[in-house]
């Protein structure tokens, strides 16, 4: 990577709404690349961070944050993201391993895995985003002059529509196996659309592809306005989580594959914090206690 971070690009698509949480992403990823402890790093999220006005006051660095861990965004949440990237970044990869070439990240946002992480050779990242989120993206990534460890492919689409033919149009083979990531996305979707992404997957996948996704426990959305949270997020960068969450009723999208055949499983944050010695664990009026990440295989013939 070279170059550096150009300052105050248009960030129009990503500055505002849904699109503004890929950039509180962005930002936490940049504080725990940065951490001595760090679970993983991305060297690009900070360039990210320093491209969009709406981030002109952001910390990037857990020592900027007054009252460092103890703060609930900066501290407990950064670090809930930070071990998110982790996790999915080890399922991505043990995935690819058994033999899949092609890669979708649905709601991609800022997530530079395919230039972050080492892919076997042939490998093809598709980021499906919507356009003015990608096109941020593009330009931020362009001015690094970075280069990916995969053939990187954005499709600009709306996931509540059709973005089937955006996608095989941009190169995806249905033949072939192919492993996916909603990380950080359904529940911004209307139940309707979520399914309709998780019977899509069903029906681009050959046998021997993989899905993970974040879901939240249908009671958590309509709960804990008062968390610490999500109190910090809005009142310390603007971002009312809770506001841009869907409130209709949540499908069982673990069940449907089943149902489909699919095998998953599913754990909580917590565990994985466990695992690794960092992250959140529970504690009193917890926005994360109803978080769920999901691994789904469809297996082979
Ligand atoms: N997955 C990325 C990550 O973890 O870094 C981004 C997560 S961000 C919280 C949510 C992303 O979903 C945003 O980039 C947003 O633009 C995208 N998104 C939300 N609704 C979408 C839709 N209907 N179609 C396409 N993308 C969408």
Redesign the pocket.
Known sequence: MTGTAPQHTDVE??DG???L??L???AA?TIETHRDDSLARDAYAEHFVRAAPACADWPVRIEQVPDGDGDPLWGRFARY?GL??RV?DDFLLRSVRTGPRQVV???????TRALRLNWPSGCTVFE???A??LEFKHRVLTDLAAIPKAKRVAVP?????D?VSALTGAGFDLAAPSVW?????LF??PGP?ETHVIDTVDKLTAKGSALAFEAKLEKDLLAYHDSPIYTATREQIGIDLLHLFDKGPRPDSAGALRAKGWSTSMYTPFDFTRRHGHGPLPEPNDALEGNRWVFAHKPRP
């Open positions: 698509g990503v709404g849904v699109g949480t890929a509180l992403v962005a990823r993201f998110r990237t999915l990240l649905l709601g991609a946002g800022l997530d499906i985003d919507r003015g989120v689409a709306d996931l509540r529509t973005w990531l909603a990380e950080g996305l911004y979707l659309a």
